[in-house]
Nanobody, 121 residues
Framework: QVQLVESGGGLVQPGGSLRLSCAASGSIFSINVMGWYRQAPGKERELVADIASGRIARYADSVKGRFTISRDNAKNTVYLEMNSLKPEDAAVYYC???????????????WGQGTQVSVSS
């Protein structure tokens, strides 16, 4: 089994900062990509940022220059540093990991349960 556990969400004022963490645990051989997605009420889930094992990152245009994704391969953990938060950043943020559970096995996506980020004065 594989579990992804997110933490760090909460309520922040516009212009504020939050740091999200997501730790993957369980039967894991290797993790290819880890990333963050978000879903606001009435909207589809969208990619915020992801980072490959070689630490090549990509970002949604809406967060470039404000958010930074990083990962600690030794801890199977991905972080999302969010600065200059805007009301439109409010959403449930989900962690995703594309990983292999054993050598030569297929890669598959796993998701966390989500953490709420609220941006309001």
């Amino acid at each position: 089994q594989v579990q992804l556990v997110e933490s760090g969400g909460g309520l922040v004022q516009p212009g504020g900062s939050l740091r999200l963490s997501c730790a993957a645990s369980g039967s894991i051989f290797s993790i290819n990509v880890m990333g963050w997605y978000r879903q606001a009420p009435g909207k589809e889930r969208e990619l915020v940022a992801d980072i490959a094992s070689g630490r090549i990152a990509r970002y949604a245009d809406s967060v470039k220059g404000r958010f930074t994704i990083s990962r600690d391969n030794a801890k199977n953990t991905v972080y999302l540093e969010m600065n200059s938060l805007k009301p439109e950043d409010a959403a449930v943020y989900y962690c995703r990991a594309n990983l292999r559970r054993f050598p030569g096995g297929p890669s598959a996506d796993y998701w966390g349960q989500g953490t709420q980020v609220s941006v309001s004065s």
